[in-house]
């Protein structure tokens, strides 16, 4: 019963909630909040919990933004935001994954991944540099990632990481993000629309196949459900 309680309070509170309510709150009336899927699973056996509860929005210049609350273990919640262009615009996509044990041992994924070869990262490139050396992350890409996104990609592997302190960066990166979004004009060129779809694509294949979570969501719910 304590684990069902907790896996209900997760849609009240988690250690990641403000950065959720930021999000939406920066991204306003980009995001339709008025046409929403949501879905959630979760399990518990044996002392052990696994949870998700998800999200799916649009907005007249995204096709698919993906807000995912879930838990692996009790205590241990993590947040996930992926936020892919329409195609008729050239957009970087917005990946965020962030959980662990924080604040002692966080887990961060944050990226604006370019959909083209043209898109300027220079104003995304000057923010993560600040915020890099500020939260005292790596300097170094991710090898499993690499080929989808941007250099410029904020990350830490199970490292002291306070969600308070973390909230700045990911403030100024939606905000970055939004400026992209506000400035973005659409792009009907054939070529280039399927030269962004073929990037969507594999930056989603990349993102699926390297998924930490993806085993334990397919063992707890089966594979169509993860």
């Known amino acids: 019963m304590e684990q069902m309680n907790e896996a209900g309070d997760a849609l009240e509170s988690t250690p990641w909630e403000p950065h959720e309510r930021l999000f939406f709150d920066r991204l306003g009336e980009r995001l339709d909040l008025t046409d929403v899927t949501e879905y ?5 056996t044996d002392g052990k919990q696994v949870f998700s509860h998800t999200r799916v929005y649009q907005g007249e210049t995204l096709d698919r933004v993906m807000v995912s609350r879930y838990s692996l273990r ?18 970087p996509a917005f990946l965020l994954h962030v959980g662990g044990q924080p604040p002692e041992r966080t887990l961060l994924t944050l990226d ?14 000057r ?3 600040a915020h890099r ?65 073929e990037r969507v694509l594999e930056l989603k294949r990349v993102i699926f196949e390297n ?12 594979q169509s459900m993860s």
């Open 133 to 197: 050396a500020a939260l005292e992350l790596p300097d170094e890409r991710l090898p499993l990632l690499e080929s989808v996104t941007s250099p410029h990609l904020l990350h830490c592997t199970f490292k002291r990481l306070e969600p308070e302190r973390f909230f700045t960066a990911f403030d100024a990166v939606v905000e970055i993000w939004c400026r992209y979004i506000d400035q973005a004009a659409p792009d009907m060129d054939a070529k280039s629309r399927q030269a962004r779809g």
């Open 112 to 125: 604006l991944a370019p959909c083209s070869s043209t898109l300027d990262l220079e104003p995304f490139a």
């Open 40 to 44: 959630s699973a979760r399990r518990c």
């Open 211 to 222: 998924d930490p979570a993806f085993p334990v969501f397919t063992q707890s719910f089966g």
């Open 127 to 129: 923010v993560a540099h």
């Open 74 to 91: 009790p205590g241990r919640w993590g947040l996930v935001i992926f936020a892919y262009p329409r195609l008729d615009y050239d957009l």
